[in-house]
């Protein structure tokens, strides 16, 4: 199996993206970011989402496609509900939903034990720097470049696209709950 097997294998989200020549780039993107990454495409079914929870018990994989389906149903609630009054580019959200941690290939590596950390490059530059380097490397629209740069706490300084409060706000909706959260059961 290839790499742009296993790309399309572990992101079946890719067919998602309407616009051929858009899904061309986001696909080659990953593909690059494995090639120069320690990781391995089945290692994300394995590695945590995040290193900032102790013991995370949903995998990497596994919360970068729930917040594409997060944002992508929340783009589809928006443009049937609001219509012209908030327009959402379904191709734009959904590229860059599947783009916004692919610079964690670059931020993280192994730890000798199985485990895995953060890298000198990974502390140098944050995913949403490498991320933004692939992006562009691949020929993505700025659009898509902009949401993979303000996804996260980073984005805070800037103004950000209706697509880039839509992935971001799935993405950290997805991961605050896991970080702080009212235990209601022991009332
Ligand atoms: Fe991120």
Redesign the pocket.
């Known amino acids: 199996m290839t790499l742009r097997d296993e790309v399309e294998r572990i992101w079946p989200e890719l067919e998602w993206i309407e616009n051929d020549g858009l899904r061309e780039k986001v696909t080659a993107c990953w593909v690059r970011a494995f090639e120069r990454s320690p990781l391995e495409p089945e290692d994300l079914s394995r590695i945590p989402f995040t290193l900032k929870v102790p013991d995370c018990p949903v995998s990497f994989l596994a919360h970068k496609r729930l917040v594409v389906h997060v944002a992508r149903q929340s783009g589809l609630s928006i443009r049937e509900l609001f219509g012209e009054a908030l327009p959402v580019d379904m191709d734009t959200l959904i590229a860059g939903a599947i783009l916004?941690?692919v610079g964690?290939l670059l931020e993280y590596e192994g730890d000798g034990t199985g485990g895995t950390r953060q890298s000198m490059r990974g502390r140098y530059l944050r995913?949403?720097f490498t991320g933004v380097a692939l992006a562009m490397e691949a020929g993505l629209p700025d659009a898509v470049c902009h949401i993979v740069a303000t996804?996260?706490g980073e984005g805070n300084m800037v103004a950000r696209t209706t697509e880039a409060w839509i992935v971001h706000h799935a993405?950290f909706m997805t991961y605050e709950p896991f970080v702080s959260r009212l235990d209601a059961s022991h009332s």
């Open positions: 916004a941690d964690k995913h949403p996804h996260a993405d």
